[in-house]
Each structure stands twice: as structure tokens, then as C-alpha cells.
């Protein structure tokens, strides 16, 4: 064994592994409650239907109003994870899961409802981009895809607690309008059940450091080596500190949007471009509309309540077994297969829900009839459909946000593919009551297979592999 060999293991020897991945894990929490507040509304649209007499349009609004916040939220995230730091955002983000908890819960008007759903929105925006960009700083490059694919399970494990807890909720009063304790409806309570994991957030992030690539980026140089030599050891840490710091553009200065202009050019850089298809097509596939509306659905297509809680559930345990894939693999076979793998069995999945869709028959009362047959196509395709998501483009995308972009422009990155993101998920989650009416659910189902095909292409021509790569080899 040679001395570099040597030397490189003395190095890992020194490195803190279960520190990295402990803090890693508290800021995973904000992907827990980013699932938990994206989820809990399936269980709730019976509800808010009954409380607030909306119409197929307003409760669009109401299920959706939280996105409008989250594109807010995911936009100014990433610029004031600049100015104030990337621990400090998602402080603020933690405190906002809270307000936005207790209030949608409390809520006895729509106007009041959407106010507490769009802080919650906020909240979730500014986690979805500021969870995977802190792990992706504080981890080292060979198991940093490991590490940040934790975070969609935690995001998975948020929407699974959230549709058991709908689903018990519901059980327990007898349904979701029904009053249980103090008098309150279940819906409510089911609002009410993210306050616990809201404040635990809060809490642990007070615990841990802020990333060193933001200290070195706002010159806190002594921080910045205090926090990577708990990270990685004495010995690593002005190696570290030396490499972040040779990967700011010559002309250093406080990291602002236009950074991500060429200069030379006067357009967006192309690795922007790339970060917002990113972030689109992962709305684009439909995938949210499972999440969001996942109990309506399968009442549709006539089960009942109870029952489509419960296969919420089963979707929600098989999710998390496919990012369990992820983790296994996205270090070792890398970003892109997973992304064009994950898309072409997204295509053959939806192409078996369209097609169990388009036999269906409207009933007197206008819900959608299925034979036995399609019945068990539907539900196979579609829960298909939601593993192959979440072996890839659930985790990959996020992953993929939190390393791509270089040191200089990551904030400014962040923040246009975040807003992107949840721009697009929005506009899908809001016209679904609409291409519902419209056009039906075949074909609505047809839109989103149209998309998941489009993005084999995109992911085979525009993006480029990260596995491997320190942060500071990314190229803009």
C-alpha cells in the first residue's frame, strides 16, 4: 500500500461520519414535514367541502393554495439562504410549519384556511430546497447521494404518517366530517397532528452547524474551519476550506441572481435551464395528484372512504421501499440512469391506468365504474407508477438540485428551479378538478403519460452525472 493510499485513509479515519449523518437526519426533518403538509390535505377534502360550502373550483384553490407559497417559499429560500444562512432559513421555515398547523386546523372560514395553508406553503417551499442543499454541503461526495435520497423518504414517510393518521383519525370518528375530541372534527385534528413533529424540528435545528460552504461564501473563514473540522477532522479541514474557496469565481462577491446570466453571452446559463426541467417534470408526470387527491381518485373509481385512505397508505409503505432502492443504488449506478429509468416505467405504468380509465362507465351519481378487471389494472398501474417515481425522480431531482450547481450561483439555482417546481405543481394540482369535468380522467391521465415520455429525452440529452463530483467540480 502506497502513502497516498495511506494517507487518504488516515483522512476517512479522521472524518465524522456519524456526526454528518446525524445532522443530515435532523434537516431530513424538513422533508418529513414537507411530505406530512402536502399530505394531510388528501384526507381532508370532505371537510373542508362541509366547513366551508365550497365549489369544485374553490376547493381547487383551497387543496392548491398551499403551492402558491411553496413556489414563494422555495424562491426566497435560496436567497436568503445567501444573506442569512442555510440553517437560519429553515429555523424560520420549522416555525412556520408550526403557525401553519395549528391555524389551517383552527380555520372556520376559506379566507382564513388558504392564509394558514400558504405560511404553511412557505414553509414547505423553503425545506424543499434548503433540506437537500444543507445535506449536500455537509456530506462528502461518495455517499452524499445516499445521504440526500434520505431526505425523499423522509418526505415519504411524512405523507405515510400523514395518510395513517387521516385514515385512524377518520376511523375513530367515524368519518373525516365527524366531531372527535373537544368537540372538533376529525379533519381538523388531522391539521392538528403536525404541530408534534413541527416543534421537534425546531428544536433540533438549533442544535446543529451551519454549512461551511455558506461560511466560507460570506467569509467567516475561522466558522467555516471549526465546522469542517467536526465534520471531517484537523487534517481534512484546511484542505477543504482551500478547495471551496479556489471554486468562487475571481471576482468573489455576495452571490446575487445575476450570477446566473453569462456574462459573455448575455442568456441563463444552461445548467439553469437543466434545473428548472428538472424541477418541472417532476410536476409534469402528475405525480402530486396522487398525493393531493389520492382518496377522491380511488372514491371515483368506488371505493369507499375508508378504503381509499387505506390504499393511500399501502402507496405510501411501497414508496418508502423504493426509495430504500435509491439509497442502495444512486451512488453506485449514478443520477441519469435512475432518471430515464424511472421515467420510461412511469410511461408504462400510466399507459395501464388510461387504459383501465378509458373503460370505465359514469353511475347515476356520476362516479366512475370499473370491472373487477380494470378495477385491479388501475390499482396496480398506479401504485407502479408510484414506485417507479420514487426509485427515481422523487429523490433524483432533489438530489440533483441540492449538488449540481456551483458554490457561487447554488441560492440563486436553488431558488429559480425551486419556485419552477412548485410553480408547475401548483398549476397541476389546481386544474385537475378542471380537466376532470373537462376532458375525464383518462384523459387528464393521458396528459401526464405524455409527459413522463418527453422526459426520457430530456434526461438523455440535457443532464449530465454528478455521482462522484465535489461540490466545488460542478461546472455552471
Known amino acids: 500500500m502506497n502513502s497516498t493510499t495511506l494517507d487518504a485513509a488516515a483522512m476517512r479515519g479522521a472524518e465524522n461520519t456519524g456526526f454528518i449523518v446525524l445532522i443530515s437526519c435532523v434537516a ?8 406530512f403538509d402536502s399530505g394531510v390535505i388528501n384526507g381532508t377534502v370532505d371537510g373542508l367541502q362541509q366547513a366551508f360550502g365550497s365549489s369544485k373550483a374553490g376547493l381547487g384553490f383551497e387543496v392548491a393554495s398551499m403551492l402558491l407559497g411553496c413556489a414563494i417559499g422555495a424562491f426566497f429560500a435560496g436567497r436568503l439562504a445567501d444573506r442569512w444562512g442555510r440553517r437560519s432559513v429553515l429555523i424560520i421555515a420549522a416555525a412556520l410549519f408550526l403557525l401553519s398547523a395549528l391555524g389551517a386546523g383552527a380555520a372556520h372560514s376559506s379566507l382564513w384556511f ?21 445535506i449536500a454541503e455537509v456530506a462528502p461526495a461518495r455517499y452524499r447521494g445516499r445521504l440526500a435520497t434520505v431526505q425523499q423518504i423522509a418526505i415519504i414517510g411524512g405523507l405515510f404518517c400523514a395518510f395513517l393518521s387521516n385514515y385512524l383519525l377518520a376511523k375513530a370518528a367515524g368519518a373525516s366530517t365527524q366531531p372527535l375530541w373537544a368537540g372538533q372534527e376529525a379533519w381538523r385534528w388531522m391539521f392538528w397532528m403536525q404541530a408534534i413533529p413541527s416543534l421537534l424540528f425546531l428544536l433540533l435545528l438549533l442544535l446543529i452547524p451551519e454549512s461551511p460552504r455558506y ?17 471531517y477532522g484537523a487534517a481534512e479541514a484546511d ?16 452571490p446575487r441572481l445575476s450570477d446566473l446570466i453569462n456574462q459573455a453571452t448575455g442568456k441563463l446559463r444552461p445548467i439553469v435551464w437543466v434545473g428548472i426541467g428538472l424541477a418541472t417534470f417532476q410536476q409534469l408526470v402528475g405525480i402530486n395528484v396522487v398525493f393531493y ?37 444512486i451512488d453506485k449506478v449514478g443520477r441519469k440512469p435512475l432518471l430515464w429509468i424511472g421515467s420510461a416505467g412511469m410511461a408504462v405504468a400510466l399507459a395501464g391506468v388510461v387504459v383501465a380509465f378509458a373503460t370505465g362507465t359514469l353511475d347515476a351519481s356520476g362516479k366512475l365504474q370499473l370491472s373487477d378487471g380494470m378495477g385491479v389494472l388501475a390499482l396496480v398501474a398506479a401504485n407502479a407508477y408510484v414506485v417507479f417515481f420514487n426509485v427515481s425522480w422523487g429523490p433524483v431531482m432533489w438530489v440533483m438540485l441540492g449538488e449540481m450547481f456551483p458554490n457561487q450561483i447554488r441560492g440563486s439555482g436553488l431558488a429559480v428551479a425551486g419556485a419552477a417546481q412548485w410553480t408547475s405543481n401548483f398549476i397541476i ?16 391521465y393521458g396528459l401526464y403519460l405524455a409527459a413522463a415520455v418527453v422526459s426520457v429525452f430530456f434526461v438523455l440529452r440535457c443532464v449530465h452525472e454528478t455521482k462522484g463530483k465535489e461540490l466545488e467540480q460542478m461546472q455552471g
Open 114 to 134: 388558504v392564509f394558514a395553508r400558504v405560511l404553511g406553503g412557505f414553509a414547505v417551499g423553503a425545506a424543499s430546497v434548503m433540506s437537500p442543499a444543507y
Open 28 to 35: 431530513t426533518i424538513g422533508g418529513f414535514l414537507f411530505g
Open 239 to 254: 484542505t477543504k476550506l482551500a478547495e471551496i474557496g479556489a471554486s468562487l469565481s475571481a471576482d468573489h462577491h455576495r
Open 215 to 231: 461560511l466560507v461564501v460570506k467569509r467567516r473563514l475561522d466558522d467555516a474551519r471549526r465546522v469542517l473540522t467536526r465534520l
Open 429 to 444: 394540482t389546481v386544474s385537475l378538478p378542471i380537466l376532470l369535468a373537462g376532458i375525464g380522467l383518462a384523459a387528464t
Open 293 to 329: 387527491y389520492g382518496a377522491v381518485l380511488w372514491q371515483a373509481v368506488g371505493f369507499s372512504e375508508e378504503h381509499a385512505l387505506l390504499i393511500n397508505v399501502l402507496s405510501g409503505a411501497l414508496s418508502i421501499g423504493a426509495c430504500l432502492v435509491t439509497v442502495a443504488l
